[in-house]
T-cell receptor, first 113, second 112 residues
Framework: QKEVEQDPGPLSVPEGAIVSLNCTYS??????FMWYRQYSRKGPELLMY????GNKEDGRFTAQVDKSSKYISLFIRDSQPSDSATYLC?????????????FGQGTILTVHP | NAGVTQTPKFQVLKTGQSMTLQCAQD?????MYWYRQDPGMGLRLIYY???????DKGEVPNGYNVSRLNKREFSLRLESAAPSQTSVYFC???????????FGSGTQLSVL
């Protein structure tokens, strides 16, 4: 069983829809949680970073972490065609594990006009 | 500002051949990483260098070697390529202040 599970989709939504992307994990040592966005034939880029349980909002994006359920989510409001990409959840343990991330397999999202 | 530059972008090898993937960053970051990305597997860490002069194994190091040439450059070497090493390889450097990995655009490697 993978440490991080993410539904690969693909997910197709109309412009303006609210998108919900999710990951579950099994390692209770994970303390830091991120969402990366990857456009086709490009490297991933950091979208959101959270440490504690709860919500973090940045513009149209909200990251949610529930450590008790080992579940993280990313919500995209008012989705745009430019949001079409692969979204990867990532996480790491504490201490000096900077940059040593465990990734989900990614969810392919298409937002159509 | 180029960020993280990887070369080559594409490469086809025959089984048993060797090659080196080059990576350079111009952001003065201390830590650099090599990941591979395979369908259905996400990204997996191969090797990393926490600082100039140090390297350590990641999750999938077998069949690879690395060299941290200086603070800017971190190369990945395949000594004897195998079809299982067909993948997209990403180099990254870390902005530790914001805990943000900056990735290159990747090298698509096929081993026949």
């Amino acid at each position: 069983q993978k440490e991080v599970e993410q539904d690969p989709g693909p997910l197709s939504v109309p412009e303006g829809a609210i998108v919900s992307l999710n990951c579950t994990y099994s390692n209770s040592a994970f303390q830091y949680f991120m969402w990366y966005r990857q456009y086709s034939r490009k490297g991933p880029e950091l979208l959101m970073y959270t440490y504690s349980s709860g919500n973090k909002e940045d513009g149209r994006f909200t990251a949610q972490v529930d450590k008790s359920s080992k579940y993280i989510s990313l919500f995209i409001r008012d989705s745009q065609p430019s949001d079409s990409a692969t979204y990867l959840c990532a996480m790491r343990t504490g201490g000096t594990s900077y940059g040593k991330l465990t990734f989900g397999q990614g969810t392919i999202l298409t937002v159509h006009p | 500002n180029a960020g993280v530059t990887q070369t080559p972008k594409f490469q086809v090898l025959k089984t048993g051949q060797s090659m080196t993937l080059q990576c350079a960053q111009d952001m003065n970051h201390n830590s650099m990483y090599w990941y591979r990305q395979d369908p259905g597997m996400g990204l997996r860490l191969i090797y990393y260098s926490a600082s100039e002069g140090t390297t350590d194994k990641g999750e999938v190091p077998n069949g690879y070697n690395v060299s941290r040439l200086n603070k800017r450059e971190f190369s990945l070497r395949l000594e004897s390529a195998a079809p299982s090493q067909t993948s997209v390889y990403f180099c990254a450097s870390l902005d530790r202040t914001f805990e943000k990995l900056f990735f290159g655009s990747g090298t698509q490697l096929s081993v026949l």
